[in-house]
């Protein structure tokens, strides 16, 4: 039998061990778990860690870090091991941070109303009014049920004697909780009898806490209230959570301009109009919310919001202002404004801290400076903590000066050190590690009181001996499982039973943004598809012709650079024959087909199409399913992979480049798959596949057209790689017994409409999904593509009858037909602009606004 893994694991004797006791001896909620860890094989370990790690990248779980090295999407990181709380303790935990949460609401009444506290000097005036987060338009402002905080975390920390402290306050728009839940979902698969034989608390019910009050508090007397959460957008460092709560919620997920403020009412911009939009669960900051009346810059706000607020007509969750409560000088002054607003002693305090604007407290600061730690009084001052002990010679000297000189602006705290638990190690097989903790708690004010979500989101350090928990500094997470003596509480925010009353159809509150984005995302998808294709194209005939340039392999080429893939060739070039690789005047042909599968610059070529659809993708998270989601990140795993080959050799084998290729399409048949059989249609769905049908209508007619008035695509071998690129060469081989001709091959790809790689067919289904939009959302009948329709039909292929295509160069028929194609292109391109116009702005013929039903 292998030893304990306790064998290895070093207690540390100035912290805390959630774990272990003063005697060594493993606590009694932590013993089951710990017995099962010890009789785990090193296999089944493994097999847990992968699919900690494999459920992450799968499910594009990632936290922004700005200018991390690893990438802007950093992948979340999960230990395997949850912290471990027991009944007796957690109670007691819950009622004091309960406690705090009415405080704090309590506070924000206070200042916001009569200012009794800055009044009998419970709070120093020049705190309060030097924090930026001081919203003076809020002044008098009282929100529905004079609720402040509806949703709120407290940070928590254990000192080495197990105590727990408050570390920070998170009213304004608090992180995590979406976190928490994703956790949950994991940990809760890897450990499923461990979690169901411990009676771990469920998070459900917390959730569902939280929807109701909202709508409760922003129920209006004659409609359902529409709730949606607010976003900064995808930049934000916790936009993965905004998506996952927002589904998780069923809240529609919005930007500043997807919002808009008429008649001090705020609306939601749809495809069909304005909706009516009653409550917002914002994650924007306080100041960026309203650019009218608090920050002027500000691009990710609603203008005239504060208004609605003040009229009463929109709940904001939290209310605007409440950022005021983060600063880490409150906290010392909580205990008197307790016994004040609540007649009640703090039940748990914060870590002892002193206010450098009182006098006394900085010459305490001064004299005590090697056992305390120097923080910003204001978030907004972006100022680390700096430890007293670490300050030595002139960094000192200079610490003391700043102190003296803006005192208001520093915070002291006594130094304590943070508990720590067993983490799993990953380069051992049997190895566990104490890493730092902190406890992230998460309060929901519901219309009887605040309520704590049974579990939160654990922080662990990146090393042991951690002064700073932080996820910006390569920090870990664990779920958090709180145990009970009672039954589990086994809701689900799923609804047991669904009355009439419930039925929902359509999706009709989705943003016009939403569905523009989704109208792109299948533009890029089908651009990056076709681009696809005919990289390949040529590349297979330059694998498969050496050193020699021969005549399909030039018509490849030349329609590669007829539709602007690869720079148009000179008169030098033209002039005369070369050989694959021999120097030409800028570029030789393989290098010119690398670059135009992934330029020099970021947004170039078929990689800059890739980074366009991923980045309208994350625009549109929500909306995909995960499985969907996982070819999304299987298509951006495969472009950094083909980016790290390119970073390492200047030009990679043309065999690597050809399997990058197959990989981007075989995503893109995953992701037209998801879109035709997966995806519910609505409004969102239906322009995706328009967008889908126009890019590849603009494609097909452009290519054929271009092929037809090129001289070198009369050459042997380019009808078959043109039904290639039209993905129509097996069709065709089923069809006629003989080599590609042209009369059948124009048949097939522009004229049969059911083809669904053909011109008409894109143009039937074009006209079918145009027709149906303005049955569903008003608006006269495009008669454009009728038009295009009719004139293409109107052509006599016949006229191509008995004709050799390579005797055919600049022929009539071709001209002619290539005509009719670039009208086509010219009228997909102009029906793009018609729909952002008809559906993606909301101001009518006379400049005013459209309101749905």
């Known amino acids: 039998m292998p030893p304990s893994l306790l064998s290895s694991y070093q207690k540390k004797t100035d912290r805390f061990d959630e774990m272990l006791a003063e005697d060594g001896s493993v606590r009694p909620a932590w013993q089951p778990f710990l017995a099962h860890l010890d009789a785990a094989t090193p296999e089944q370990m493994r097999h847990r860690v992968d699919y900690v790690r494999r459920r992450i990248l799968e499910n594009g779980i990632t936290y922004n870090v700005y200018a991390d090295p690893k990438g802007a999407d950093r992948p979340w990181e999960l230990d395997p091991l949850p912290l471990i709380l027991s009944p007796g303790e957690w109670q007691e935990l819950a009622s004091a941070v309960t406690q705090r949460a009415r405080l704090l609401n309590a506070v924000l009444k206070d200042l916001y109303g009569p200012q009794e506290l800055l009044r009998d000097g419970s709070l120093p005036p020049a705190l309060v009014f030097g924090h930026n987060n001081f919203l003076w338009p809020c002044q008098g402002v009282r929100p529905a049920g004079d609720t402040y905080l509806h949703l709120c975390a407290v940070d928590l920390a254990r000192s080495p004697d197990g105590r727990w402290w408050v570390i920070a306050d998170r009213t ?17 698969r890897v450990f499923p009898e461990q979690f169901r034989d411990l009676h771990v608390q469920h998070l459900a019910s917390f959730f569902r806490q939280l929807q109701d009050s909202l709508a409760y508090w922003a129920a209006p007397a004659s409609e359902a209230p529409l709730i949606v959460l607010l976003t900064p957008g995808p930049y934000n460092e916790t936009y993965f959570e905004h998506t996952y709560l927002a589904r998780y919620l069923g809240f529609p997920l919005v930007e500043g301009h997807d919002l808009t403020v008429r008649g001090d009412c705020v609306y939601l911009r749809t495809l069909s109009g304005l909706r009516r939009v009653h409550a917002i669960l914002r994650r924007l900051d306080d100041d960026y919310c309203d650019p009218l009346e608090l920050r002027g810059n500000s691009a990710l706000g609603v203008p005239g919001l504060l208004q609605a607020v003040r009229a009463g007509k929109v709940l904001i969750a939290n209310a605007l202002g409440s950022g005021l409560l983060e600063s880490a000088a409150l906290p010392g002054f909580l205990p008197g404004a307790c016994e004040k607003l609540l007649g009640e002693a703090l039940a748990m305090p914060s870590v002892a801290t002193w206010w450098c604007g009182e006098q006394a407290a900085l010459e305490f600061t001064i004299e005590h400076l090697d056992e305390l730690v120097i923080k910003g009084s204001y978030p907004s001052q972006r100022f680390d903590p700096v430890f007293g002990n670490e300050l030595i010679g002139s960094p000192r000297e200079e610490m ?67 002064r700073v928990i932080s996820m910006q500094r390569g920090g870990s997470s664990k779920d958090t499982w709180i145990l009970t003596d009672q039954a589990v509480n086994t809701f689900s925010l799923l609804k047991p039973q669904v009355g009439k009353a419930d039925l929902v159809r359509g999706g009709r509150n989705l943003s016009s943004r939403v569905v523009e984005n989704l109208y792109w995302f299948g533009r890029y998808a089908e651009r990056t598809d076709k681009t696809s294709r005919l990289l390949r194209v040529a590349l297979s005939r330059l694998v498969d012709t050496g050193a020699d340039i021969l005549p399909a392999l030039t018509s490849a080429f030349d329609l590669c650079r007829a539709m602007q893939l690869l720079p148009a060739v000179s008169e030098a070039e033209a002039g005369g024959p070369a050989k694959i690789g021999s120097p030409a005047p800028e570029l030789s042909l393989e290098a010119q087909l690398l670059a135009a599968v992934c330029g020099t610059e970021l947004n170039e070529g078929l990689a800059g199409d890739i980074r366009r659809l991923l980045w309208v993708a994350t625009q549109v998270r929500e909306r995909f399913s995960l499985d969907n989601w996982h070819a999304i990140n299987r298509l951006q795993q495969q472009l950094q992979r083909y980016g790290k080959i390119v970073a390492e050799v200047s030009q990679p084998e043309l065999s690597e480049v050809l399997a990058f290729l197959d990989q981007v399409l075989l995503v893109s048949s995953s992701l037209a798959g998801f879109a035709m059989d997966n995806m519910t249609r609505d409004d969102g769905w239906r322009f995706l596949i328009i967008g889908r049908r126009i890019e590849r209508l603009v494609f097909l007619a452009n290519a054929v057209a271009q092929f037809l008035l090129l001289d070198s695509t009369r050459a042997s071998g380019s009808l078959e790689w043109l039904l290639e690129l039209t993905d129509s060469i097996i069709t065709y081989r089923s069809r006629y017994m003989t080599q590609p001709q042209i009369l059948p091959t124009l048949d097939l790809i522009v004229f049969d409409e059911g083809n669904p790689h053909s011109v008409a067919f894109q143009l039937q289904i074009l006209i079918r999904y145009l027709d149906n939009l303005a049955r569903l959302l008003g608006g006269p009948r495009d008669l454009a593509l009728r038009q295009e329709l009719a004139c293409l039909q109107g052509f006599d292929l016949g ?17 002619a037909l290539a005509a009719i194609l670039g009208e086509v292109s010219l009228a997909a391109a102009t029906l793009s602009d018609r729909l952002a116009m008809r559906y993606f702005s909301h101001v009518g013929d006379v400049s005013r606004p459209t309101l749905a039903s």
């Open 799 to 815: 006229r191509f009858e008995g004709q050799s295509f390579s005797d055919c160069r600049a022929c009539d028929p071709c001209l």
């Open 400 to 466: 003391i000066a700043r102190l003296k000189t803006r005192p208001q602006a520093y915070v002291a705290q006594e130094l304590v050190n943070f508990s720590e638990a067993p983490t799993w190690s990953t380069r051992h097989d049997r190895h566990l590690l104490p890493r730092g903790v902190g406890l992230r708690v998460f309060v929901a004010a519901t219309p009887s009181g605040y309520v704590v979500m049974p579990g939160g989101l654990t922080r662990v350090s990146a090393v042991s001996n951690a």
């Open 172 to 188: 304004q728009a608090p992180s995590g909780a979406g976190y928490a839940l994703e956790n949950r979902t994991i940990i809760g």
